[in-house]
């Protein structure tokens, strides 16, 4: 390989509608113009992963299912027959430029325990050395609450951000983020950049997508704000161009870019804010929200004012503030729940509970 070759990685998320025909079944067409540009890609030197949706689309016609599946059951039976045969078009057509694909299928749960989410970034840091592309899947067949709407947007956005990505694509069916639904709002304004992302762009954010499809604008912004939190800048477009993939890499097609934020979180905190599990929360005083949010600080054991559920060492917490119970962050915590309930029983309430270097403001 050639020294002079770039070396970005390029995360793409392609959508179910951007994958079907009408009758939601899987357009071969469509596929083998996606793969083209894949590969065009990946000649030129890009690291290309591949996030894709159609498991159930191209499953749900072999098991006799007129239209697409509604039930879970029927979605994951679908998805068992339709992840072979989706892999199949996009290994046989990226072999015809000699590149070689992997299949990975992953669940929350390969997020949300510390090794299993080191394990996945090694794995797929080795494929793409060897310039393979990955292509990966919501393990559909076992997940339940993955199989929800957008699944497959903050999949591509935990993708990128476990890689530290150069950029997200996020192909749809729609140009970008608008001011209101294009379809239905003759007055709707495109917005080619965003610098942050903030309530009122989700109160904006007008549902998009198809019948086919599982995701609307909304999950797409939750995965935007998951990148650029990250430092990975995202950018959403159609898919509907025959060259929106290569576009895409420059932004020459019209479409919304999102900054990546310039304090992005290290991939530790990354891991603590969006992925790690949290099943205990502590409140804390007035004065812990102040020292924690605004001077850098630990949390001391004296700002804990409440605690509900049980956590041991090193377990990761949600932390609200007692006076509004607004959530403002998380962190891994230095004492077990009895041991915190055992010293603010007894009035010894000396001590760190969470270190600042094991904190992530949210």
């Known amino acids: 390989r050639e020294a002079t070759m770039t070396e970005k990685t390029i995360v793409f998320k392609v959508g179910t509608s951007s994958l079907t025909q009408d009758n939601g079944s899987l357009d071969r067409i469509k596929i083998a113009r996606i793969t083209n540009q894949l590969a065009q890609l990946h000649q030129k030197g890009y690291q290309i992963v591949l996030v894709t949706s159609g498991s159930i689309a191209a499953g749900f016609r072999r098991l006799g299912f007129d239209k697409r599946p509604t039930k879970i059951a029927e979605k994951q039976a679908s998805a068992a027959v339709g992840q072979g045969l989706l892999i199949e078009e996009y290994t046989q057509n990226l072999m ?36 393979a592309i ?3 899947n919501e393990n559909d067949t076992i997940a339940i609450e993955e199989i929800k709407v957008g699944d497959n947007d903050t999949l591509s956005a935990q993708v990128a951000s476990l890689l530290k990505a150069d950029l997200l694509v996020l192909l749809t069916d729609v140009d970008g983020l608008y001011t209101a639904n294009p379809n239905s709002d003759p007055t709707a304004e495109h917005l080619p950049e965003i610098k942050e992302i903030t309530e009122d762009l989700f109160a904006m954010a007008a549902a998009a997508g198809s019948s086919n499809g599982t995701g609307g604008m909304t999950t797409k912004l939750q995965a935007a704000q998951i990148a650029t939190k990250s430092g990975v800048p995202v950018f959403i477009c159609s898919s509907k161009e025959d060259t929106a993939l290569l576009q895409a890499v420059s932004q020459a097609n019209r ?28 409140e804390v005083d007035a004065g812990a929200v102040e020292a924690m949010l605004h001077q850098g600080r630990s949390l001391l054991v004296a ?28 962190g891994r915590v230095k004492l077990s729940s009895e041991d915190l309930q055992n010293k603010l029983k007894n009035g010894r309430a000396e001590g760190v509970l969470i270190h600042r270097n094991d904190w992530v403001s949210l």
Do not use: C
């Open 255 to 282: 479409g919304t870019l999102f900054l990546a934020d310039e304090h992005a979180m290290n991939q530790r905190k990354q891991w603590m804010a969006f992925y790690a599990r949290t099943d205990a929360t502590v």
């Open 134 to 136: 990955p292509i990966i």
């Open 96 to 131: 015809k430029d000699g590149i070689v694909s992997a299949q990975i299928l992953l669940t929350q749960d390969d997020f949300a325990d510390a090794r299993r989410y080191r394990n996945a970034s090694q794995a797929m840091q080795v494929l793409l050395k060897q310039r």
């Open 303 to 330: 700002g804990v004012k409440a605690i509900e559920g049980d956590f041991g060492v090193g377990q990761v917490v949600e932390v609200y503030s007692q006076s509004e119970h607004r959530l403002i962050g998380k």
